[in-house]
């Protein structure tokens, strides 16, 4: 016996309509079979008062940033001893933690650049909307 429901494609979210019934040993313990070609009940749910809220992410956002800068700090003063640096003609003596923070922000930049400009570049493809139809 060959089941052709798994050939058929069927779209995320979509309700299958032409389901055949259950069969074998289990099918008196499945759902009706015109429970799988009805489309679920909504349900209307109450809003739940403890729910996210854009100032608890801010919150959120606040107690990370400090944690960050609590293992920068960290960071920084466990890393003082001098490291000579050189680029190109320009040479000199700095912290090895300000060097290392310097290189992290370096490559942040970059890829923040080319991030910056992959978008430009796909805002420039698509079409433009008319002024009407915006919001």
Sequence with gaps: MTDTSAAQPVQ????????PPPTGPNAARTA???AARTAPAVVA??????????????????????????????????????VQISYFALSGSVSLAVAMLLAAVAGVLLAAIAGSLRIWQ????????????RR
């Design 12 to 19: 995320s979210g979509a309700i299958p309509v032409d389901l």
């Design 32 to 34: 009706p079979p015109n």
């Design 45 to 82: 749910t109450a809003r739940n008062p403890l729910r996210r809220s854009r100032t608890s992410a801010l919150w959120i956002g606040v107690i990370v940033f400090a944690a960050v800068l609590v293992l920068l700090l960290i960071f920084t003063l466990q890393n003082t001893q001098p």
């Design 122 to 133: 796909l805002r420039r493809r698509m079409p433009r909307m008319p002024r009407s139809t």
